[in-house]
C-alpha cells in the first residue's frame, strides 16, 4: 500500500531564510509525487508534480522539489520564505489504480516570521 | 469563470439529522472525489465518482452517500450514521490531461 509522510508538523522559518518541508513516500510502483498549497479555510492548490520526467520540479511561487528515488523522498525547497507563503502545505502520492485518487500525508504548517 | 463551486461555507447540522453539501464543476472534468479534513490528519478520501453514474468508495465511507446523476455536479449527504462528523470537507475534479486535482473552497461541517 502506498504512504506519505511528512516530517514535521510545524516548521518555522524567518522571512528570507531556505524553506524545507520533508516529505517521504512509499509506493511499490513508480509513483506520481505532488505538493498542495492550502489557505486558511480555502480549498488546495497545485503547487508542483512529478510524473517521471525531470528529477528537478519547478513548481508556481518559487518553489521546487526534487524526487529521490533512493531516498524515496520528495522534499520541497524554497531559496527565500516570503510572509505570504505561510500556509499548510500537503505531500501527496497517486494511488497505482490510475484514477485519480490521491494519498496525503498529515501537512505541515509553514509559519514565517518577520 | 470556470471551477468548483461548494456550497454552504458553514454547515450545522443537528443529532439524527441528514445534511447534504453541494459540489458542481464547469470544468467538463469526468472524475469528481470528495476528502475531508481533520487537523493533523491530512485529507482522506470519502468517495469518488470517475464517470456519470458511477461512484466508489474511499477509505472512510461509512456515514456518508453521494449520488452522479450529472456530470457537473457531486452531492455528498452525511448520514445520522456518521457519529463524528465535524471536519472540513473538500470536493475535487480531476482533469486527467495534465493529471491534476481542481480542489473547491470547502465546506466546514459542524454539530450543534
Known amino acids: 500500500a502506498q504512504s506519505v509522510t511528512q516530517l514535521g508538523s510545524h516548521v518555522s522559518v524567518s522571512e528570507g531564510a531556505l524553506v524545507l518541508l520533508r516529505c517521504n513516500y512509499s509506493?511499490?510502483?513508480?509513483?506520481?509525487l505532488f505538493w498542495y498549497v492550502q489557505y486558511p479555510n480555502q480549498g488546495l492548490q497545485l503547487l508542483l508534480k512529478y510524473t517521471s520526467a525531470a528529477t528537478l520540479v519547478k513548481g508556481i511561487n518559487g518553489f521546487e522539489a526534487e524526487f529521490k528515488k533512493s531516498e524515496t523522498s520528495f522534499h520541497l525547497t524554497k531559496p527565500s520564505a516570503h510572509m505570504s507563503d505561510a500556509a499548510e502545505y500537503f505531500c501527496a502520492v497517486s494511488d497505482s489504480s490510475n484514477t485519480g485518487k490521491l494519498i496525503f500525508g498529515q501537512g505541515t504548517t509553514l509559519q514565517v516570521k518577520p | 469563470d470556470g471551477g468548483i463551486t461548494q456550497s454552504p461555507k458553514y454547515l450545522f447540522r443537528k443529532e439524527g439529522q441528514n445534511v447534504t453539501l453541494s459540489c458542481e464543476q464547469n470544468l467538463n472534468h469526468d472524475a469528481m472525489y470528495w476528502y475531508r479534513q481533520d487537523p493533523g490528519q491530512g485529507l482522506r478520501l470519502i468517495y469518488y465518482s470517475q464517470i456519470v453514474n458511477d461512484f466508489q468508495k474511499g477509505d472512510i465511507a461509512e456515514g456518508y452517500s453521494v449520488s452522479r446523476e450529472k456530470k457537473e455536479s457531486f452531492p455528498l449527504t452525511v448520514t445520522s450514521a456518521q457519529k463524528n462528523p465535524t471536519a472540513f470537507y473538500l470536493c475535487a475534479s480531476r482533469d486527467a490531461r495534465v493529471e491534476k486535482l481542481f480542489f473547491g473552497s470547502g465546506t466546514q461541517l459542524s454539530v450543534l
Open positions: 509506493s511499490s510502483v513508480p509513483p506520481y
